[in-house]
């Protein structure tokens, strides 16, 4: 069983319906260059950024294989949401988990993304449903460095600062990072993702599904 969330800042959804199939794609980003008395060449450079496409069914009605977490909402609600998120200018979380039918979880992913396009499509006879393609592009973020210069006879050493500043960590909590969710927090610091109840339980956490970066889990 999968089930697809889409969350930005305090806004978050549930895809009611989970998509039949998710094309997720990287691209080498190499280069083919032609070198004479040598032929082609190929220069290796950084993969490309990940691109994840799928089709959102958001349904007219509520059909029994609906996914709801806080009620049935009209293919409006969503589609404002997801407009919403484009036109934040802001990354968006795009969390993936997957269980098998016992219940037990096999693992996830929690990826930054940026929301690219959004292609919206309605079909004649299906009673108010509404079809989107969705395209995320993973995003990462443009930092930059301050550097300080140091002098060392005629040269100028320049050097990052703070580069050395390590934060001192607490083995009894644990800092949520991007990609993270509490099966593999749990692998992790316990050996077992089957243990993530745990965590959430000590954590007060309600839906084990829904952690974000940044957030401090006692361990």
Sequence with gaps: MYRFYLKQGE?????????????????SGNKLV??????????????????????????????????????????????????EFQQAKKPVQFLVFRRLADGSQIFCENLQMALEDLEITEKGGEQGDLWVEILLREYKEAK??????????????????????????TPKTYTVQ????????????????????????KNGISNPNLIYPGQVLQL
């Design 178 to 201: 991007k990609g993270d969710c509490l099966w593999t927090i749990a692998r992790k610091n316990y050996g077992s993702g089957a243990k993530y109840k745990e965590i959430a339980a």
């Design 144 to 169: 930059s460095v301050k550097y300080e210069a140091a002098q060392e006879g005629d040269k100028t050493i320049l050097s990052a600062s703070g580069a050395q500043r390590e934060e001192k960590e």
């Design 34 to 83: 032609s070198i004479l008395q040598m032929g082609q060449m190929n220069l290796l450079r950084y993969p490309n950024l990940r691109e994840i496409r799928f089709t959102a069914l958001f349904p007219g009605r509520q059909y029994h294989f609906v996914q709801v977490e806080d009620g049935f909402h009209e293919p409006s609600y969503f589609w404002g949401l997801l407009q």
């Design 11 to 27: 806004k978050q959804f549930l895809f009611p319906v989970t998509p039949a199939r998710m094309e997720s794609k990287t691209g």
